[in-house]
């Protein structure tokens, strides 16, 4: 399986971005999902999380109530809608996959998708 992590970009504070994490060479169905984001000079932070059944989520204190993943697996893509986005929101975000939920909120992924940029910046 091949993640495609896609949406990043310039916003200003207050703004909203919507992350697109895609497979390809197979499907997601199995896997639970999660997006991570590393800031420059800064250790890799888990975001959110999602089970493959959707029954579970979970997200870092400090996007809770502003961060929402949701996955398609019908589109194999998994999404991480921002709102109310803050400067220190501003990382590279990579989506990766496990089969094994509580192992990847501790960062043991099978697969890693490529980052993409999220800059909050007025």
């Known amino acids: 399986v091949q993640l495609q992590a896609s949406g990043g970009g310039l916003v200003q504070p207050e703004g909203s971005l919507r992350l697109s994490c895609a497979a390809s060479?197979?499907?997601?169905?199995?896997?639970?999902i999660g997006w991570f984001r590393q800031a420059p000079g800064k250790e890799r932070e888990g975001v959110s999380f999602?089970?493959?059944?959707?029954?579970?989520?979970s997200y870092a204190d400090s996007v809770k109530d502003r961060f929402t993943i949701t996955r398609d697996d019908a589109k194999s893509t998994v999404y991480l809608q921002m709102n109310s986005l803050k400067p220190e929101d501003t990382a590279v975000y990579y989506c990766?996959?496990?089969?094994?939920?509580?192992?990847?909120?501790?960062?043991?992924?099978?697969?890693w998708g490529q980052g993409t940029q999220v800059t909050v910046s007025s």
């Open positions: 999602i089970s493959s059944t959707e029954s579970t989520t």
């Open positions: 060479g197979g499907t997601l169905d199995s896997y639970a």
């Open positions: 990766a996959a496990s089969k094994l939920y509580w192992g990847l909120r501790d960062g043991r992924a099978m697969y």
